[in-house]
């Protein structure tokens, strides 16, 4: 097969009108996500030479992040992704250069807490934004296609976001590594609000609260959330045990570096699974993908050098992005586009909770027990993944909602044609 047949699926992708900015746009966007946590470590560390303050600061900007994220994404269903996005931009830019004033300055440290909640809160879910986009453009098929694409396009930003941020922190300042994943952030975000053509449709307020509930918080979303909190956890440990560690070895500045490779993994693996058709049903994919995740992350068990922590780190990459392609594309099956933003943000929102989570338990374990051995952190938060997808798994075999809420049967292999009531959903 020629390598023109093999890409076929992207290049029909990329004709899709708009997609190219969009894309483009999303992907600038997004950069800040690595940066800003990663950043505010430094930044923190710096100031206080404590990776136990480090890390609990930048979770606490992630977990308002992750609880900000949803509530964005529902007022984008409701009212566009353009109107939004602005009014977060301009609170994300204010409140980002106000906790890097404060870290600087040297102000009570509960304000550090306070602005990196403000400034996490600030920060909408642009991945949700434009897989929505995606979806409402693309056939079933296209959209496995389309998340696959997005899940590398998140490794291609956690490649580079580390390694600009270190870089930019170690060689230069802290405060410049943080505030150019603001400007990022701003830039692509106000970039993508312009795009109003290829913006999904408006879906008004449900009369039913509890209506609206229920088509958002389906099993598959709550499984998928919750595996995704221990995936979280996995990433926001890596973060600061990778630093910890790089530090102890004498080699800080190469943190972002050894970083890198654990997105390079996953960046490989997610454009192959794009793909490729694999076997089995939407939620056998997505147990199967967490499992395989929680084995290779063990080898962080044997982690005693940078070397040997590159060749660990890459080889755990390569099952990132299989599982979050696999559990993106469940719960995208069993919801209706009216709440699709929305749930692909809870699903995130599982993930940022997970890296407040192991921020503040790696920073500790650095502090109390040194950086080789935390690696325990990420090690088991990774096995608890594989168990809560296995725990969860009977769940992901009801059948949810009606087909005004389950536009594509996720029970059904994805070379399945969709049944005939729900083919105009997609």
């Not at 923190?44 to 609880?67: C, D, I, K, Q, R």
């Not at 943080?178 to 106000?190: D, E, R």
């Not at 958002?216 to 990433?235: D, I, K, Q, W």
């Not at 952190?377 to 296995?390: D, E, K, N």
Request: hydrophobic share 55%; with cysteine.
């Amino acid at each position: 097969m020629s390598s023109r047949n093999i890409f076929d699926p992207y290049v029909r992708l990329f004709a899709v009108p708009g997609s190219r900015a969009f894309a483009l746009a999303g992907w600038v966007g997004r950069l800040h996500a690595p940066m800003l946590g990663l950043g505010a470590v430094l930044l923190v560390e710096e100031a206080s030479g404590s990776y136990g303050l480090a890390g609990a600061v930048s979770g606490t900007l992630a977990l308002s992040f992750a609880v900000a994220g949803p509530q964005w994404a529902r007022a984008m269903d409701r009212r566009g992704q353009g109107v939004v996005l602005q009014v977060a931009m301009a609170a994300l830019l204010l409140t980002g250069v106000a906790f890097t004033l404060a870290v600087q300055v040297g102000t009570p440290r509960w304000s550090w807490f306070l602005l990196a909640a403000l400034t996490g809160a600030s920060a909408p879910n642009v991945g949700s934004m434009v897989r929505a986009r995606w979806a409402a453009a693309l056939d079933p098929q296209g959209r496995q296609t389309a998340f696959a694409f997005e899940a590398v396009a998140d490794e291609l930003v956690f490649v580079l976001g580390p390694v600009l941020v270190t870089l930019l922190a170690t060689l230069i300042a802290p405060p410049v590594g943080f505030l150019t994943g603001i400007a990022l952030a701003v830039s692509g975000g106000l970039a993508l609000a312009v795009q109003r053509a290829t913006e999904p449709p408006l879906h008004p307020r449900e009369t039913s609260p509890s209506g609206r509930r229920r088509s958002v918080l389906t099993p598959a979303l709550l499984v998928v959330s919750l595996t995704y909190l221990a995936v979280g956890t996995l990433f926001g440990a890596i973060d600061v045990v990778v630093i910890g560690f790089a530090d102890a070895e004498g080699a800080k500045a190469l943190s972002g570096l050894v970083l890198a490779v654990f997105a390079g993994g996953s960046l490989i693996a997610g454009l192959v699974y794009g793909l490729v058709r694999p076997p089995g049903t939407l939620a056998a994919r997505f147990v199967v993908t967490a499992v395989v995740i929680a084995l290779a992350a063990q080898l962080l068990w044997t982690v005693g050098s940078l070397a040997s922590l590159v060749v660990c780190g890459f080889l755990a990459g390569l099952t990132i992005a299989p599982v979050l392609v696999s559990g993106t594309s469940l719960v995208e099956s069993r919801v209706g586009r009216g709440v699709l933003t929305e749930s692909l943000a809870w699903t995130i929102t599982g993930l940022t909770l997970g890296v407040t989570v192991g921020s503040a338990l790696a920073g500790a374990a650095v502090d109390r027990w040194g950086a080789g051995d935390a690696f325990a952190v990420p090690a088991l938060a990774a096995a608890a993944a594989g168990v809560l997808a296995l725990l969860g798994a009977p769940l992901l075999r009801e059948r949810t909602g009606t087909a005004a809420q389950a536009p594509i049967d996720a029970t059904a292999p994805v070379d399945a044609p969709p049944p005939v009531e729900q083919s105009a959903l997609g």
